[in-house]
Every structure is written in structure tokens, then in C-alpha cells.
T-cell receptor, first 113, second 110 residues
Framework: NAGVTQTPKFQVLKTGQSMTLQCAQD?????MYWYRQDPGMGLRLIYY???????DKGEVPNGYNVSRLNKREFSLRLESAAPSQTSVYFC????????????FGPGTRLLVL | QKEVEQNSGPLSVPEGAIASLNCTYS??????FFWYRQYSGKSPELIMF????GDKEDGRFTAQLNKASQYVSLLIRDSQPSDSATYLC??????????FGKGNQVVVIP
């Protein structure tokens, strides 16, 4: 049981390049989330998907787009990367009820030059 | 903006002592509260959750919730070097979204 997986683990981009971060979960969870974590800033929600077919903006959505491809997969796309998007990105999933927890993937470390 | 505040750190404790971490939150309607542990370079992992006022114990960890005062705390008893990590407080809103504090670094000194 892999839980939440993310690809790639590391990525270096030049300013203006685009890329897609992939996330998949095998726990049959309804809800999925994308966070970024920056030093001194904690985890901030970028986008989330409460259920298959729905997506909503979080705290810091600018510069990102997401796709909930199916129940298992939730991707995050940077259309034109900027140095301010240098961060560690975590995907998470949960059953989607109010009283339960989120499970995190291992993270993607992104450097934008 | 719903806020979750944690004490500035790091917190250094001798091995075997009690580490105490505090967290306050702004959204009075919050119902679910979580403590995550994050080792350097790793992803957050859940260690405790609490929904009701009072104390909840799980091994060496105790979470305490006071909704009237809008704070949640975590006690780590008999601290071990393996407890050295950053501890994240998280509060869930009515839309099932977690708001995280910035974290407290704990260093257990052998």
C-alpha cells in the first residue's frame, strides 16, 4: 500500500518554463490537496479537490492550475514558473469528512532559476 | 484569513523531560484539531487529533483542547532524541480545509 505518491522528487526549472507535478493516492480517498511549504511560512494550501470532478482555490492559488484527473490522481501545473514558486510542494489526501486526517506524500522540491 | 499561531521556537529540552507546545486559533467555529510531526526533509505525519474539550492521551503524547480560550496544546512526556522535529498545529475549517501554524522546532538534548 503506497499511500500518496508524488513525482518528480526534485526539479529545476528556468523562469518561464512550465511543468506538471503529479500526485496519486491508493487509499480511495475523496479529497485531495496541494500545499507549498516555504521556510518560516508553514504549509499553505494552493488548491484542493473535495471530490472527483471538483476543485477549489486555497490560500495561494495564483500561478497554478490543477486537474482532478480521476479519484486517484490530482495534478498541479505551473504554466510559467517564477522564482517565487521555488518551494517544497506536498500533495495530501483524506476521506473528506470533517473529523479525519490528511495523509501527505513525500514532497517535490522545486527550484526555479 | 483564519489564523493558527504557534510559539516561536526552537524549544530545547533535556532527554526525559516534558516538552510543551502551544497553539492558538482564530476561527471559533473550528471543530477538529491536529498535531503533525515533521522531520527535516520529510513530509508531515499525524501524531494526534482531538475534537472535544479536555485531554487526550496517546502513549507519551497528550493533546489538550480548550475551545473557549481557542487554544490547543501538545505535551511530550519523557522526551527522546527521536522526538527532535518540527511540530505543526493544524485546524480544520467547515470546508474540510486544514490551516497550519508555522511550526515549533523541538530539540531533545541527550
Amino acid at each position: 500500500n503506497a499511500g500518496v505518491t508524488q513525482t518528480p522528487k526534485f526539479q529545476v526549472l528556468k523562469t518561464g518554463q512550465s511543468m506538471t507535478l503529479q500526485c496519486a493516492q491508493d487509499m480511495n480517498h475523496n479529497s485531495m490537496y496541494w500545499y507549498r511549504q516555504d521556510p518560516g511560512m508553514g504549509l499553505r494550501l494552493i488548491y484542493y479537490s473535495a471530490s472527483e470532478g471538483t476543485t477549489d482555490k486555497g490560500e495561494v492559488p495564483n500561478g497554478y492550475n490543477v486537474s482532478r484527473l480521476n479519484k486517484r490522481e490530482f495534478s498541479l501545473r505551473l504554466e510559467s514558473a517564477a522564482p517565487s514558486q521555488t518551494s517544497v510542494y506536498f500533495c495530501a489526501s483524506s476521506e473528506g469528512t470533517i473529523q479525519e486526517t490528511q495523509y501527505f506524500g513525500p514532497g517535490t522540491r522545486l527550484l526555479v532559476l | 484569513q483564519k489564523e493558527v499561531e504557534q510559539n516561536s521556537g526552537p524549544l530545547s529540552v533535556p532527554e526525559g523531560a516534558i516538552a510543551s507546545l502551544n497553539c492558538t486559533y482564530s476561527d471559533r467555529g473550528s471543530q477538529s484539531f491536529f498535531w503533525y510531526r515533521q522531520y527535516s526533509g520529510k513530509s508531515p505525519e499525524l501524531i494526534m487529533f482531538i475534537y472535544s474539550n479536555g485531554d487526550k492521551e496517546d502513549g507519551r503524547f497528550t493533546a489538550q483542547l480548550n475551545k473557549a480560550s481557542q487554544y490547543v496544546s501538545l505535551l511530550i512526556r519523557d522526551s527522546q532524541p527521536s522526538d527532535s522535529a518540527t511540530y505543526l498545529c493544524a485546524v480544520k475549517d467547515g470546508n474540510n480545509r486544514l490551516a497550519f501554524g508555522k511550526g515549533n522546532q523541538v530539540v531533545v538534548i541527550p
